[in-house]
């Protein structure tokens, strides 16, 4: 069972990493800060002559990660009710990751994987995080990845989410279940 | 009545701008390509010491554009049901922005400001979209900009806008309404 | 081409009913008022012992029009963000239909029905009428039916829908496609 | 500090009950089954000549309910998606009762009122029963009553709700807050 967690935010230490971590809790894996890549934003060429170009930076590690893993965590901040930025590029360029020619295999491995999107925002999250989970979730649909659940936390200053007591539950009895697989 | 359109599609002449061209026609607007600026992804550092950082990229651009407008379309292509991520970097910024010394009437004005969203995808965009529109109309809420309409079309390949009749109806009522202001 | 026009509003000549009117226009149909209808709300038995019992109320009208049609029009107001509470119990319903041994080809019929939801509002419809055309979406999923397409129109006062351009020139451009069906 | 549940189950201890039941666990609350009442749909006479007209049925119970109390769970179990249509028609009762000159001090009252709703659902309920949540929050928003939280839990058979720890969880926290209230 290998593990990846794409952290999306820009902060050290954030409330959504740290919910993060409390899944990943004693259970080996491996820890993607996304602020800490350089990834372009997706360029269109599907219908361009030529398709996709190659991009020089460091998309090619995201596209190791996802296939070396069966279980992937998304851990991302709200900010303005969806995704950060930098997880949104990253998700973006899946589009041409998954016509390279360099990684056939990837559409297939895609289906193979468990998703968890971890979300923490300060604006009322449970109710208005709801697009986001909607979104990831067609997404998931769309690659044949398994949307096993997610959690929406509640937190703005660094740390809150540890009074943020459903959302540590939830972390735990996830926390439990990882280490059971 | 100053009008803007920012275009967050990775493409020429993508679908979405030229539903939004259909939107702006006849009338004096300004147009700014997002993927010809360079704009960094949020650093969040509103609880940090010191607070956010000056960045040194094109997001000044931004910023005038919304001051100096009344009426602001968002036109984006759905990517993997959200926006597109060049056109998120440039949200998430707003954060910043309206924390920014040097722009004290930022807040204020953005609340005289009206916003209408265009969006183009080819994956059932108006059903699969409308967490899209839920996260937009978060964002207009939380700022008091007025949400006054949006525009789901359906579009793949480049033209294929130009099919959709429900979203070129919709855009010609709108650039009628808009002639009028 | 076996058409059937659910009506759900409780007034004479709502708005929802003038708009799935519209769409109609000119095709032979049927339009069912469940207004007109005795249909009790569901009693779920699936798992009590004997399962369910046979209601005796009119919505035998309801089960025939599924089994005769190969397009459905829900026609609803949207009453507080989502359908009456009248086509609600009609929905509800359906899980003892599709359970109900004098009706054994029902669940096989519905997955070739072409499903159309006609939905009028007063309150922001295109926006806040979005949760409703989710959950259309959700159940036709489940039941396999096509969810071809939706209006979401504006209205509160009696006949308002007709200066909802919108949705006009929406429900006219339907009833070219389905006169050529 | 009176609490109400309104119960929208057809089911004998149904999920939601038992839900709600532990939410309220030895706390002093009033319940309200729905299927035991006779509650007739709404016919909206809004715009009709002579308006509203009374209704003989046991609305008027529920209207005493909410004007006696401070905190209102509504626990309905997720039918096709969305509320039960017993409970629907309960919402959507209330278009007349704001208007009903018999209950002049109801629509403030409301704005006091806190709300809770729990929902259980046998398919995917907690990104499935979104579209519920954001209809219920609509639906407080516009009559001003403070939405705290809402519970989605996942059960199908009898008592499967028991088998849900993260629900019971979030039930027992919230039992817990009601008791301090």
Redesign the interface.
């Known amino acids: 069972m290998n593990i990846t967690t794409f952290i999306g ?3 050290e230490e ?1 409330n959504s990493e740290q919910l993060a971590d409390l899944v990943t809790r004693g259970i080996k894996h491996r820890k993607i800060y996304l ?1 800490n890549l350089s990834i372009q ?5 599907r ?2 002559e030529g398709g996709f170009q190659l991009v020089s930076d460091d998309y090619d590690t995201i596209i190791k990660a996802f296939l070396e893993s069966d279980l992937i965590v998304f851990s991302t ?1 709200i ?8 997880m ?2 990253m ?2 360029r ?2 041409q990751a998954i016509r390279d020619e360099r990684f056939p295999q990837l559409k297939e491995h895609l289906q193979s994987i468990e998703a968890i999107v971890i979300a923490v925002g300060g ?1 009322e999250p ?3 995080g ?6 990831f ?3 998931f649909d ?1 690659l044949n990845m398994r ?1 096993s ?2 959690i929406l936390g509640e937190g703005n ?2 740390g809150d989410i540890l009074q943020d ?2 959302a540590l ?2 972390a735990n ?1 996830l926390n439990k279940r990882l280490k059971h697989l």
Chains 1, 2, 3, 4 share one sequence.
């Open positions: 935010s820009s902060r954030s602020k934003p997706i360029h269109d060429l219908h361009a901040p900010y303005w009710y969806s995704m950060s930025g930098i949104k590029n998700i973006d899946l589009s604006d449970r109710i208005k709801l697009p986001l989970i909607q979104q979730q067609y997404t769309f949307f659940t997610y200053q660094p007591q459903q539950y939830q009895l």
